[in-house]
């Protein structure tokens, strides 16, 4: 009877080792995961609808998007410590503090997990950053448009979502050299930290008019930066008279253009960034790199640059910004 059972347990052995191979031989899908800075808001819902996209086009491909349910850097480190755990395929992450992610991103490769960062060119552990355009250069075009409407003289101000998020530090950066060109715009109390959140950034909207009655314009970085100046400046009635302008999407921005509270946007679409990254994962699993001047096949990317890195890899550049008013945001159905 012991003998009997001891077949038994070896043939159930044996069929699950064939059964396992059986799988392997047919090739489990590559499974490459999107990490964004926080869920839930409408940016980052965008970017998953593109992170979906691909992956319902691309066979053998299976894709999805996670994130903190909060701006926490800590939080988005951990959930790419488990994604390393797991040993997936690929790792594309928007990383809300590019030096925070340097171990794992690090640890990662080392396990041969491919790795693909966004709003990040300065993280040294990665094989592809994905920028969609210059950054230096989107921040000076925004502060552009707001130096028109504050006929280039007065205080303003710029907001990020953390000092921590590389991008927007560079678009802030990038406003305030701008301004420099206008002796008369004077920059006070640069770069105030709205954690990504819209309550948070009205709070330091108000807080920056209090201090300063005779502010003229805003700055804001995060997609939310504007919504919450926005809503400041309704409240205080001061539209037409303290100029706003940031990034943003047009459907969350929509009210506070109409009212004139936010004078203008400037985005990219997150739903191609979500695609590139993940068209930049696949390449990477299957041993292709990223050229110069190559078409990723993405409106905005239909002719990259690259260039080296910090670290060891490169960083791939598109010319993605749209921008937008009152007069055409309707254009634009995200």
Not at 43 to 71: C, D, H, L, Y
Not at 84 to 92: G, L, N, P, Q, T
Request: proline share 4%; glycine share 10%; with cysteine.
């Amino acid at each position: 009877m012991l003998k009997k059972t001891k077949i038994a347990c070896t043939a159930l052995a044996l069929t699950a080792v064939a059964f396992a191979s059986a799988l392997h031989a047919q090739g489990k899908p590559q499974d490459i995961v999107t990490v964004v800075k926080i869920t839930g808001i409408s940016w980052f819902n965008r970017m998953e609808v593109g992170v979906k996209e691909f992956g319902a086009n691309t066979p053998g491909v299976a894709t999805r998007q996670i994130g903190p349910a909060q701006s926490d850097a800590a939080q988005q480190q951990r959930l790419v410590e488990d994604l390393v755990a797991k040993k997936v395929d690929a790792i594309a992450v928007v990383s809300m503090d590019p030096p925070t992610l340097e171990p794992v991103l690090k640890r990662a490769m080392e396990r041969g997990i491919k790795v693909v960062t966004h709003e990040a060119d300065n993280q040294k552990n990665t094989m592809v950053d994905i920028e969609a355009f210059d950054n230096t250069a989107y921040g000076a075009r925004i502060n552009e448009r707001l130096a028109a409407c504050m006929g280039q003289q007065g205080k303003w101000t710029s907001l990020v979502g953390s000092l921590g998020s590389q991008s927007q530090v560079q678009w802030a950066d990038g406003g305030a050299s701008n301004a420099k060109k206008y002796p008369k715009m004077q920059l006070v109390d640069a770069k105030n930290e709205s954690l990504n959140d819209a309550e948070k950034a009205y709070g330091k909207a108000k807080e920056m008019l209090r201090k300063h009655p005779d502010l003229k314009g805003f700055q804001g970085s995060s997609s939310l930066d504007v919504l919450g100046i926005g809503r400041a400046v309704e409240e205080a009635g001061l539209q037409g008279k303290v100029c706003v302008f940031g990034t943003g999407l047009p459907s969350e921005a929509a009210k506070f253009l109409e009212s004139g509270a936010v004078g203008g946007i400037a985005f990219w679409d997150p739903k191609d960034a979500g695609l590139v990254m993940n068209k930049a994962a696949k390449m990477l699993i299957d041993g292709k790199t990223i050229t110069d001047g190559a078409d990723m096949g993405v409106p905005g990317y239909n002719k990259v640059s690259v260039k080296k890195g910090p670290g060891a890899g490169v960083i791939v550049t598109g010319q993605a910004w749209v921008e937008v008013d009152k007069q055409n945001y309707k254009k634009y159905a995200f």
